[in-house]
């Protein structure tokens, strides 16, 4: 692991303390935000270690806490522009642009680690391709899930759905490595 994995899962940990800070009593703010970045590189560290005989679940470690960090920089995005613009479906359009934006950066420097710098347009447009189709997959998934399980269930079933599929999309469609 290298010492930008242990920062970003600190910066992961301190967001998720920010927005579980939402649903507890205050009273329970410092520890959340002591425990959820050590839960963030200690889940990382298990990655890491795990990944010895699977390599991939490094990757999908990290992914995952980009993907937290992005979506509560959604939530966050979301909370701050209803402030200024009451119409409240674009300024859900909007926080989920910033989220994908920031997901594109951080799976491609961060997670897969593709630094060249070619048809970045291409490579951005195959990224919302495939961010489209799982948000396509997550609702779909959703839709016929709630027909054998409840509506709780049915969204995390339809998240794991969709993240399975724009995980595979980007390692090895969008952020391929060409050896």
């Known amino acids: 692991m290298k ?18 800070t939402d649903f507890l009593d ?3 703010a410092l520890f959340l935000y002591i425990f959820f970045p050590i839960f963030s590189i200690f889940c990382l560290v298990l990655a890491n270690w795990l990944a010895k005989w699977k390599p991939f679940i490094f990757e999908a470690g990290k992914f995952v806490l980009a993907g937290g960090v992005a979506d509560i ?4 995005a979301f909370q701050l522009i209803i402030l200024f613009v009451p119409a409240s479906l674009v300024v859900k359009a909007l926080s989920f642009l910033i989220a994908v934006a920031i997901k594109y950066f951080a799976n491609k420097l961060w997670v897969f680690q593709k630094t060249e710098k070619n048809n970045i347009h291409k490579e951005a447009g195959q990224f919302l391709i495939i961010t489209l189709g799982g948000l396509a997959l997550n609702v779909a998934s959703f839709y016929c899930a709630t027909k054998f399980i409840n509506i709780e269930l049915s969204i995390i079933f339809s998240a794991i759905v969709a993240s399975v599929w724009n995980f595979c999309g980007y390692k090895f469609f969008v952020f391929k490595k060409i050896i």
């Open 3 to 20: 010492k930008t994995d242990i920062i970003f899962a600190i910066i992961g940990g301190f967001f998720v303390a920010w927005l579980a």
């Open 73 to 76: 920089i959604d939530i966050r």
């Open 26 to 28: 205050k009273k329970y």
